[in-house]
């Protein structure tokens, strides 16, 4: 079960990697258009089906999988420290979710601020912790 559910992890990690870092570049052009047009309303739907299909499922598998792996692996895992370092990792990959819905929510209500430099920026944020999480990962260092 064990190679398995790692499997099931990597997969589900990956398709909200995608999620991730293509979400912010849909608010990118999304920014550029004109409230209520049909090309707003088509990056709204897109928006949408990204979060309710692919993101939120992945981020769901990815928690269930990993929490699992964990639970078989408890006695390896309880005593290291990279594992709570990259379990923090992971509850910040999931609240920057939450931000990026919180977006998506200004959008529907016409009340975004943000400019397309800023969700460029932000854009960033998920690629430095993937960094980070594969090297805790592979390496999986002493403190």
Not at 36 to 56: C, P
Not at 59 to 79: E, H
Request: a positive charge; one cysteine or more.
């Amino acid at each position: 079960m064990y190679l398995l559910f790692k499997s099931l992890h990597i997969i589900s990690f990956v398709a909200w990697m995608a999620g991730l870092l293509y979400l912010p570049r849909l608010f990118v052009y999304h920014c550029e258009e004109k409230y209520n047009t049909k090309t707003y309303n088509t990056f709204l739907l897109m928006e949408k089906r990204l979060l309710k299909f692919i993101m939120t499922p992945a981020m769901i598998g990815t928690w269930f999988f990993g929490i699992s792996l964990f639970l078989i692996n408890i006695d390896a895992l309880a005593f290291s420290l990279w594992f709570p370092v990259k379990f923090i990792l992971v509850i910040i990959l999931s609240a920057y979710q939450g931000y990026l819905s919180i977006c998506r929510k200004k959008f529907i209500s016409n009340t975004n601020k943000n400019s397309p430099k800023f969700y460029k920026i932000i854009n960033e944020v998920p690629t430095i912790i993937l960094i980070l999480v594969v090297l805790l990962a592979v390496f999986k260092p002493s403190f």
